[in-house]
């Protein structure tokens, strides 16, 4: 962890995870059905069961293998959501919020880089997975309880569906029809 992350973490601690709790509840009762919203919070979830395979895997070879498939998840869910939803926050009159999270997804892409470069079973990689599982389900606790459920009540019904069938097609085109773990990565 870096001095600026300590400094960070030491000023904002992190959110609990009862509070995280009760956020996706209300962003889950205000998503609706099929929104992007609620596609946006089923990755979220995916995400979630990626991390923890990636933590569980009892070997190098599978810790390696579920940590690919966090990295394609992540990423995949992050240019989707730089391409389409960032976007609309800015447009509805959020450009701090979006200019927050391109700078946290970019981060989290820099930290995944460097994860590659450590042996899978050792403690700094772990180290280095509960760093980056932290700012992400921070990340994730910002979207849900405040940011897009804001661009959700701001953005005109008719833009809704164009938003929810952009971000489909953007996470199609990094993942394809392969959005969810294979089944020995469930945990």
């Known amino acids: 962890m870096s001095f600026l992350d300590k400094l960070v973490a030491a000023v904002v601690p992190p959110e609990s995870e009862a509070t995280r709790l009760e ?83 970019a981060m989290t892409k820099i930290q995944l880089a460097l994860l590659e470069k450590l042996e899978p079973m050792s403690q700094a990689f772990i180290d280095k997975l509960e760093h980056i599982r932290g700012a992400v389900t921070h990340h994730m606790y910002q979207e849900e309880s405040d940011w897009f459920r804001e661009l959700q009540a701001e953005v005109p019904g008719r833009d809704q569906a164009h938003l929810a069938e952009r971000f489909q097609e953007e996470m199609s085109r990094y993942l394809g029809s392969a959005q969810t773990p294979a089944a020995s990565l469930r945990v």
């Open 23 to 105: 956020a996706r509840a209300r962003a889950r009762a205000e998503a609706a059905a099929g929104s992007w919203f609620s596609v946006v919070l089923d990755h979220h979830e995916q995400i979630e069961v990626a991390f923890e395979a990636v933590r569980a895997a009892g070997d190098a070879g599978s810790r390696r293998a579920a940590q690919k498939w966090l990295a394609a998840v992540l990423t995949g869910h992050a240019n989707a959501e730089e391409t389409v939803l960032y976007p609309a926050l800015a447009d509805a009159g959020h450009k701090t919020h979006a200019g927050m999270a391109y700078e946290e997804q």
